[in-house]
């Protein structure tokens, strides 16, 4: 994170949808202000919460504003969309929008924002090496990838040069064994010619969880998940007049509708004193 300089203040605008009247955090990010809530960048990721304790009166005024240089306006809107947006549990977002919150989460350290983008793109059709790429990038549980990974076993074709290119080594090796496995296997139930695509599922499953090791990965996922949903994530409305509503949903780390009674108390409470966060 950038720190904000004075000059060019004029030339600023203030973003349409996301400079709240009740914000009291201000960031410039392209030329642009965003004015929303300190509360939950503070209690949500580590590294605001250190940025805010480096420099506790930066972000307090427009002429003041943290400066982000490592994202662009129309990213960081995406972002915050996911906490202001009154339609996030009807409205159908491209695989784009959730990749851009999946890099902005896992860059600033917000671990239920990073799930939650994790759930929604588990509910979207992605391309297997494109999937494969991206959690690998991002460090997500390989057991999310079973899918992917049965579908590049099953296929007639093999891995192309091109789509080699994109993966790793230990993936394409791993792809590799396992369908030579299959293989096997479909010989050994009587199968004549047999092709990987010949396993049984069941097998096929077994065999790349263990060339991948990927029970252990979502016995990890279960537990890391149970943990977060002790603390789900708070997220307020905006009214018409950019003023927050007190009977926002709570999303938890896995998206669900649970409430959190003591973030909803301190943000009604400082609301009705006037007080920041």
Same mark, same amino acid.
């Not at 999937?131 to 007639?156: E, F, G, Q, V």
């Not at 590799?176 to 139930?189: G, K, L, N, V």
């Given at each position: 994170m950038a720190h904000g300089s004075h000059n060019g203040i004029s030339q600023m605008h203030h973003h349409p949808e996301y400079y709240l009247k009740d914000g009291d955090v201000t960031f410039h990010v392209q030329g642009t202000l965003f004015c929303v809530h300190r509360y939950f960048f503070e209690r949500e990721s580590q590294f605001f919460a250190k940025e805010f304790a480096r420099a506790p009166k930066e972000g307090t005024s427009d002429s003041t504003a943290f400066r982000l240089d490592d994202v662009n306006a129309a990213d960081f809107a995406k972002f915050l969309w996911v906490w202001y947006s009154r339609s996030y549990r009807c409205e159908s977002k491209p @695989? $784009?929008? *959730?990749?851009?919150?999946?890099?902005?989460?896992? @860059? *600033?350290?917000?671990?239920?924002? @990073?799930e /939650?983008?994790? $759930? %929604?793109?588990?509910?979207?059709?992605?391309? &297997?090496?494109?999937?494969?790429?991206?959690? $690998?990038?991002? !460090?997500?549980?390989? +057991?999310?990838?079973? &899918?992917?990974?049965?579908? /590049?076993? @099953?296929?007639?074709s093999r891995m192309s040069a091109e789509e080699g290119a994109r993966l790793k080594m230990p993936t394409i090796l791993g792809i590799? %064994?396992?369908? %030579?496995?299959?293989?096997? +296997?479909?010989?050994?139930?009587g199968c004549r010619s047999p092709t990987s695509a010949d396993a049984g599922d069941e097998e096929l499953d077994k065999i790349l969880n263990d060339v991948f090791n990927l029970n252990s990965h979502a016995t990890n996922r279960q537990g890391a998940q149970s943990q977060a949903k002790s603390e789900?994530?708070?997220? &307020?409305?905006?009214?018409? !007049?950019g003023a927050t509503n007190s009977n926002a949903n709570g999303l938890s780390s896995s998206g669900s509708s649970n409430q959190n009674d003591n973030k909803q108390k301190d943000a009604e409470k400082n609301k009705g004193t006037g007080k920041q966060s």
């Open positions: @695989k $784009d929008h *959730w990749f851009t919150i999946l890099e902005l989460s896992t @860059k *600033w350290q917000f671990p239920e924002m @990073k /939650l983008a994790v $759930d %929604e793109l588990q509910k979207l059709d992605i391309e &297997p090496i494109e999937k494969i790429t991206t959690y $690998d990038r991002y !460090n997500i549980d390989k +057991s999310l990838l079973l &899918p992917a990974y049965k579908h /590049l076993c @099953k296929r007639a590799h %064994e396992a369908r %030579e496995r299959a293989i096997r +296997s479909a010989a050994e139930s789900p994530v708070r997220t &307020p409305k905006p009214g018409l !007049n």
